[in-house]
């Protein structure tokens, strides 16, 4: 395993991220420096965090830089430049797990855009960087002129795009077969490690891979699920996460828009988190689904791990998420099997009534009965 110095936000679910998504990556931290700001103009950091920095990498030797934010690839140099370490930022990081974590044709092949829409970002910079003498290895770019470096990762993207349409294409038929033979469909949605795979085998009796470490789905996986007699779709999605860039979004989009053709959204939520991380993980879900054009009106919230909370907790966190009112609310556990039978049947009613969310009888026990304006 490499290793790294994580330099991140000072605060706890910050640095708890960071570090899931370096150990995902196979980085091990060897030292964590955390900060407040890490926008600075020029590093990122201060002047006088960068001295601590440099003389930190001198004695430990590190691999690599982490750096838990989006850099400007002037930043990148500047630090690689003072630190000659590589220093990878969140972005870069996050491509690292995607690049490893795919495992379909498809997803390969959505990773690849989202490296080479990563890349292009930082094209310029590097050839004016070229272009002054100035060609550290991790900058490089060999005797590439500007013209030709654009158009080579343009033509790359353009080939990329063309094969992820006919993929989307291949999609559509299959929506389309869905339709016809009658199937009501069903999403997994939320933050990256919120318990989604845990739940979707608990419904399905499946058993795909689960972990704790963080982007385990990238795969879209669709199984058949029978509720009262009634057959449903049920499709494991890729988590959210917090500043994921629009064009990471937009590479996976053939895989994630087969959420706004889906007839129900269960959003997983870990109930167990601060109400801190909360309130950061939701917001970052919603915002991505309303990227995606996703209507509000399908989604069922779902709090998972709710085994770890005594139900006043529980209670006392919908309250302060502002989910106790024209919600669908239901508390879970993936992990023991607790009111997954009631979520089916809280399924089963939104079947039956059409998307209307107004039920008011015969609620299964367990769900939060918020409906209505």
């Avoid at 708890?16 to 030292?31: I, S």
């Avoid at 955390?34 to 003389?55: A, C, F, N, T």
């Avoid at 939320?190 to 385990?216: D, M």
């Avoid at 991380?277 to 779902?302: H, N, P, W």
Wanted: aromatic letters at 6%.
């Amino acid at each position: 395993m490499k290793s790294a110095i994580l330099i991140t936000y000072d605060q706890e679910d910050s640095i708890n991220e960071a570090k899931g998504l370096c150990d995902a990556a196979g980085y091990e931290v060897v030292h964590t420096i955390q900060q407040d700001y890490l926008k600075k103009p020029k590093y990122g950091i201060s002047g006088g965090v960068l001295e601590r920095l440099e003389e930190i990498s001198e004695k430990l030797r590190p691999d690599v830089i982490i750096f838990d934010e989006i850099l400007k690839p002037s930043q990148n140099y500047n630090l690689a430049s003072a630190l000659h370490r590589e220093v990878l930022d969140r972005e870069g990081l996050i491509l690292e797990i995607f690049e490893s974590r795919a495992s379909s044709a498809e997803s390969k092949l959505q990773v690849k855009l989202a490296q080479l829409r990563y890349e292009m970002a930082r094209a310029k910079e590097k050839v004016r960087l070229a272009n002054m003498g100035e060609q550290p290895g991790f900058m490089g770019i060999g005797k590439f002129e500007v013209d030709v470096y654009y158009n080579d990762i343009k033509h790359r993207m353009q080939t990329l795009r063309s094969k992820l349409e006919k993929a989307g294409k291949q999609r559509e038929l299959h929506r389309q077969g869905r339709k016809r033979m009658g199937f009501k469909t069903i999403s997994l949605a939320g933050y990256t490690s919120a318990g989604k795979t845990t739940l979707f085998n608990k419904v399905t009796g499946e058993s795909r891979a689960q972990s704790k470490e963080l982007f385990t789905t990238l795969t879209t996986t669709t199984r058949r699920v029978t509720i009262d007699q009634e057959p449903f779709l049920i499709a494991d999605t890729v988590g959210f996460i917090s500043k994921l860039p629009a064009y990471m979004i937009d590479a996976f989009k053939s895989t994630l828009e087969e959420l706004t053709y889906t007839d129900i959204i269960i959003l997983v939520i870990d109930i167990s988190d601060s109400v801190f991380e909360l309130k950061k993980k939701i917001s970052s879900c919603m915002r991505t689904l309303s990227e995606l054009g996703v209507e509000k009106d399908k989604i069922v919230y779902v709090l998972n791990k709710d085994d770890l909370l005594k139900q006043d907790e529980i209670n006392r966190k919908i309250d302060i998420l502002n989910l106790s009112e024209n919600k669908k609310v239901i508390s879970v556990s993936a992990k023991t099997g607790k009111n997954v039978k009631e979520l089916k049947k809280l399924i089963k009613n939104i079947s039956e009534s059409h998307n209307s969310f107004n039920f008011n009888k015969n609620l299964p026990e367990g769900v939060k009965e918020t409906f209505g304006n």
